[in-house]
């Protein structure tokens, strides 16, 4: 479930008290919408709460807006007390080596919708810090944000571009698959059931 930004804390507070009554639809909690002047931080409280009721955390850090590594610092150091579970696009992290290697070291997923950026930035540095990301060991996962707004372009459409300009291998597309994975919060049940549907997709198609 994401809180809007752009409406008040309070606004934010109340939404996630009437969503307990959900809670067993819900596992986590999420912050989105216009960034200027609204950091992650201001809706530490709820965050906290979110953390303390077992809920995965996580918040939008838009590629290019204000303040964007400072944004991406806040997600992954501070939100919930310790950081969030994950980062949803940061691209912009790239521009800071401490912030990459943290985002290393605890194992935090980033959400990355290629469509989306390209709308708005350059192609080949969209393209770039992604395989930046990749290459320096960080779990990305390739999603699509929201596909009526973005050209009716789903995941699979993320994911051919993903593969076309960053010159991803069949093995790399499988790395990206095992990654998102690992970060995503389904039931282990859900999880093993989709590892042992991408085996059989390396064994039959994948030949290294």
Known sequence: MCLLRDESVESAREHYEAALEYRDMIVGI????????????????????????????????????????????????????????????????????????????KGMGMTICPWSYIRHQPLDEVFQRIRQLFDAGILIS??????????????????????????????????????????????EVVKQEIVRELQDVRKKYIHS
Request: aromatic fraction near 8%.
């Open 142 to 187: 390739i999603a699509s944000d929201d596909p009526a707004f973005m050209e009716d372009t789903w995941v699979l459409e993320n994911l051919l571009i993903v593969r076309k300009f960053c010159n991803f291998t069949d093995q790399d597309m499988i790395k990206l698959t095992e990654d998102a994975l690992r970060t995503c919060w389904a039931s």
């Open 30 to 105: 999420g912050l989105d919408s216009n960034e200027d002047q609204r950091p992650p931080l201001m809706f530490e409280e709820i965050f906290q709460r979110a953390r303390e009721d077992g809920f995965g955390l996580t918040a939008h850090c838009d590629v290019g807006k204000a303040y964007p590594v400072e944004n991406c610092r806040q997600v992954i150091c501070s939100l919930g007390k310790t950081g969030a579970d994950r980062i949803d696009h940061g691209l912009n992290v790239v521009e800071d080596a401490e912030l990459m290697e943290m985002l290393r070291t």
